[in-house]
């Protein structure tokens, strides 16, 4: 490691460069620095320009580094009435075909685990304009203790930028090398080079250096990451022997739900319920071992929500040696996600009101007279009034009973449009008071191999409607909805390590309720 003194203007800047690693690194670090795109950048030494392939090596300390380049934005190409194929620039052909489908991104070395993630935050549209407005902005706009742009963070904001103009596939090399330095871990090479690394692990140290580098004013953790993907969890742990021991209440914050999984979890409600619903043993008042059960409700809805899928773990041979498993079980995950049976009560209780407005609007459209909600536990007359709850179980989550299920009951009284709207309960966060529990899957990450150290990974993320895009690496190709269903293990296809799911405003659910109800009332009126 050398320090090098690079002139840019009139601009000076000291840089630790690594003489084993490329120029690209060495391109990437003057990007955070100045802002200057790697493509724009001319590096000269003694009037003699580096090229990319050039060795480092012969640089000593305090090597000086001339720098050319404009860190302003390129001039809008002039508007035509009519422009043919030929016509057009590389630049220009690769835009039009990234509007048509997106580009993929070259495998630099088992970087698959790498590649998925970044396409399925990419489909993550606050974040993915975070990121591009952060690697736009000068570094002296930037708030971070050391004055300088994080270079992971403005590398990947730049990456995003240069993809909304490629066609093809764009090559993340800036990115991966930027990554790789900060990380690590995420560097280690085998006898055949790089060596396959863990995507949760990846999106894990992601989302902490996002955060660290995306502040926003009125963010609920005071950046951009937190606001997105900011679970706040309220734990209640009770004493199972004494339960005269005063419960011990927590709130705790997170950036994704796990979904455990053993033998008794076919899905993935079931598996978030086994990881937020836990027993424990702790020393109690008397400083005796006891028996605790912590249950754990979400008391904030993030605008997206994470899930990771706890498909491995380290076990252990005779020799002591570790060696990391797969869990290969099949876990069925659901394109809507109800979430109302793990938050706290009065968010709860928030979301059966709104449900209840909304479903007594649908019915009163039908014709049909006033239903109420009932609980799993009370069923009854629920075969008599399949016809008429057929338009709300689509807005339903289809992992696990529905909350939406209803029942005729003569003494309801309608309530629909004469019932006054209740003001949130002031124990509610504001955002998760504009919806009614309900997400939608918009992007998996999976992993395909019985091996947690080998393998393959592959990004799938919803384009538009019930169109999907699937994205192995530099090869991007469109899918459904049944072929991502199938994307839940149980064999040696593709299944999902990492879910996204984004969190339905009132007025979609109301939206998609409206369409369900006009489809059911022509149908009936067809018959």
């Known amino acids: 490691m050398v320090k090098a003194k690079v002139k840019w203007g009139k601009q000076k800047y000291e840089v630790d460069v690594n003489v084993t690693e490329g120029v690209e690194t060495l391109k990437a670090q003057l990007f955070a620095l100045t802002g200057v795109p790697v493509d724009r950048q001319k590096l000269l030494v003694k009037g003699k320009v580096i090229k990319s392939d050039d060795d480092l090596s012969k640089f000593k300390e305090g090597q000086r580094v001339m720098m050319m380049g404009s860190a302003e934005s390129l001039p809008a190409a002039p508007k035509e009435k009519i422009v043919f194929e030929e016509d057009l620039t590389d630049a220009q052909k690769g835009a039009v075909m990234a509007s048509i489908v997106p580009p993929g991104l070259q495998n630099l070395g088992n970087t698959c685990y790498m590649n998925s993630t970044v396409q399925c935050l990419k489909s993550i549209k606050p974040l993915n304009e975070a ?14 203790p050391s004055g300088r742009k994080d270079p992971v963070v403005s590398t990947l904001g730049a990456l995003f930028h240069t993809m909304k103009h490629t066609g093809g596939y764009a090559t993340p090399m800036a990115y991966t090398n930027a990554f790789r330095q900060a990380f690590p871990q995420f560097n280690q090479r085998g006898a055949h080079g790089y060596m396959q690394q863990d995507a949760d692990e990846a999106f894990v140290e992601l989302l902490r250096v996002m955060a660290n580098a995306l502040k926003k004013d009125g ?18 742990m009770v004493n199972v022997a004494n339960p005269d021991e ?29 990881g937020l619903e836990e027993e424990l043993e702790k020393k109690d008042s008397d400083g005796n071992i006891a028996q605790y059960k912590r249950t754990s409700r979400v008391k904030r809805l993030p605008p997206f929500l994470a899930v990771h899928f706890v498909r491995f773990f380290f076990k252990r041979d005779d020799t002591g040696a570790g060696k990391k498993c797969k869990i290969m079980r099949r876990v069925k995950f659901p394109l809507m996600f109800d979430i109302s049976d793990f938050c706290t009560e009065p968010l709860k209780k928030l979301f059966a009101e709104k449900r209840q407005r909304l479903l007594d609007e649908q019915n009163a459209k039908l014709g049909l007279k006033p239903l109420k909600m009932v609980g799993k536990g009370d069923a009854k007359d629920k075969a008599s009034s399949s016809s008429s709850s057929s338009a709300a179980a689509a807005a339903a989550a289809d992992d696990k009973p529905s909350p939406m299920d209803t029942s005729a009951d003569d003494d309801a009284a309608g309530g629909g449009d004469d019932e006054e709207k209740k003001q949130p309960d002031v124990d509610i966060d504001p955002a998760s008071a504009d919806t009614m529990g309900m997400y939608e899957l918009s992007a998996v990450v999976t992993h395909k191999g019985r091996t947690g150290d080998g393998g393959h990974y592959v990004g799938w993320a919803r384009d538009e409607g019930s169109k999907w895009l699937m994205f192995d690496d530099d090869k991007v190709s469109e899918c459904t909805e049944d072929d991502v269903l199938k994307l839940c293990g149980g064999g040696d296809w593709h299944m999902s390590y990492l879910c996204f799911y984004r969190r339905l405003s009132d007025e979609e659910q109301k939206a998609r309720n409206d369409k369900s109800s006009a489809a059911a009332k022509k149908n009936s009126t067809e018959q």
């Open 131 to 144: 990121l591009q407005e952060y690697a736009n902005k000068p570094a002296s706009q930037v708030a971070a």
């Open 246 to 274: 005063k419960p011990q209440v927590t709130t705790t914050w997170q950036r994704k739900l796990q979904c455990f999984i053993d033998i008794k979890v076919n899905l993935m409600y079931e598996g978030i319920k086994k």
């Open 219 to 236: 963010a609920t953790q005071g950046n951009v990451v937190d606001d997105l993907f900011g679970v706040q969890l309220e734990s209640t």
